[in-house]
């Protein structure tokens, strides 16, 4: 696919660590020499530094014909200005930008914005309509036909908890770990890694493999092992640890 980032400083990185290396064609734009420096050294990608709602800096970048077009700029405005530019002169087929004010969700997604994203307006339609089960599991649909890209904590309950990637025998030929959240620090997955719990998963797959991952990923330790678990962890609060 062809991904356009524009603006945003560590959430673009973190977009970038995603999708890097995957067979996409990555263009980067960001209005700030200094964030468009590290993003290059970091992620070891070509950056094109300049305002994303100017029309030569997307020229320049050749955003044109993006199979999805991600705008992250600080000003809600400007997120739409983007988008509004991608898709009608740049021939974007999916934009997707995010908001400070909850309340712009759905009136840019009226104006013909594909996607946008509030934190304050996730949470509130999270608390109002998910389950237990669904608690754990968030997904956003990147391509209605082609991926997702799901969210996942690791429970002590869960089978793949306290083991290395390498030994979980994930389905690899079906989905892929994109990066690990644990508290505060993103980490790039490999073998060695051990999962711990409450750690959050970012995996990405196709729509109809959803299910079978979820499945996988949430298979519970038996009775037995639970018991011994629990143990466990008696012994541990009693020891103070």
């Known amino acids: 696919m062809k991904i356009v980032i524009a603006g945003g400083d560590s959430q673009a990185e973190f977009i970038l660590s995603m999708f890097k290396g995957k067979n996409n064609e990555l263009i980067v734009i960001n209005g700030d020499p200094v964030v468009a420096d590290l993003l290059k ?39 739409f200005a983007v988008c509004l530019l991608a898709k009608k002169v740049f021939n974007a087929k999916k934009c997707i930008c995010v908001v400070n004010n909850p309340k712009n969700v759905d009136l840019y997604e009226q104006l013909g914005i594909d996607s946008v994203l509030s934190s304050t307006y996730l949470l509130a ?88 991952v979820s499945n996988f990923l949430s298979k519970e330790l038996d009775a037995d092992a639970l018991k011994t678990l629990a143990k466990a962890d008696s012994k541990k609060v009693a020891a103070g640890e």
């Not at 969210?151 to 389905?171: G, M, Y």
Request: charged share 30%; with cysteine; net charge neutral.
């Open 41 to 79: 050294k970091r992620c070891r990608v070509s950056v094109t530094c300049g305002d994303p709602w100017r029309r030569y800096i997307l020229d320049e970048a050749d955003a044109y014909d993006a199979d999805i077009f991600i705008s992250l700029c600080e000003k809600d405005t400007d997120n």
């Open 125 to 212: 339609q999270s608390i109002r309509s998910e389950t237990t089960m669904e608690s754990l599991v968030k997904t956003l649909s990147i391509d209605n036909d082609k991926i997702n890209v799901t969210e996942f904590t690791v429970l002590s309950k869960h089978v793949i908890a306290n083991r290395k990637i390498r030994d979980i025998k994930f389905p690899n030929k079906i989905a892929s770990i994109a990066a690990i959240k644990r508290n505060y620090e993103v980490i790039i997955p490999n073998g060695d890694i051990v999962l711990l719990p409450m750690d959050v998963l970012l995996y990405v797959c196709a729509p109809e493999n959803s299910a079978k």
